[in-house]
């Protein structure tokens, strides 16, 4: 295992992954034997808790996915996977890495998908997440009422449902309404 003080003068004393120089400590890179890199807490909470994860955050890592360090490639490569944002999926078709390397990087899990699991994607095919903003592609009647959510209005923070990759819900006026994802392209 690398010492701190090796890490630190590896990093310049900054987060392999951000380069922030606040609050670093050494991240041993989990199912990787022997591998640590020097992150800053922000990014460790992101790693060990997918739930923290702020997908602008992790913009930083087309710099440092070119590392020459395999702890960083491997984390790079992690975290862009647990992102599912077109940007992210663009950084990881670039991305390079040997054969082992990347049967490392994938012994987490990550970049496996889930059968069980279900994925929103608008008329374009772009998956959507909670809290995204999608603009209506057509006139719609709101059931139940005697709306009419005109073509071109944009519904933000989307809410997304669990059991129906079908549907999601959002505000369009004051009414907040189940919409169907072929109606909607992402903002």
Request: charge should be negative.
């Amino acid at each position: 295992m690398t010492s701190q003080k090796d890490l630190k003068e590896r990093s310049n004393n900054q987060c392999e992954l951000c380069n922030s120089t606040e609050n670093l400590s050494v991240y041993d890179v989990p199912n990787a034997r022997d591998t640590g890199i020097y992150a800053c807490q922000n990014c460790i909470d992101q790693m060990e808790d997918s739930e923290k994860i702020e997908p602008n955050h992790w913009r930083c890592l087309n710099d440092s996915m070119w590392s020459e360090h395999d702890g960083v490639k491997i984390m790079a490569w992690r975290m862009l996977n647990r992102i599912s944002q077109p940007w992210a999926e663009d950084m990881l078709g670039m991305m390079y890495m040997e054969d082992d390397l990347l049967v490392t990087a994938k012994a987490s899990g990550d970049g496996e998908v889930d059968e069980n699991q279900i994925i929103h994607r608008d008329v374009n095919g772009v998956v959507l997440d909670n809290g995204d903003s999608v603009v209506l592609i057509k006139d719609l009647k709101v059931k139940g009422s005697s709306i009419v959510a005109k073509q071109g209005t944009a519904v933000r923070n989307i809410r997304l449902d669990r059991d129906n990759s079908d549907y999601i819900e959002g505000k369009v006026g004051p009414t907040l309404t189940v919409i169907i994802t072929k109606y909607v392209k992402k903002l």
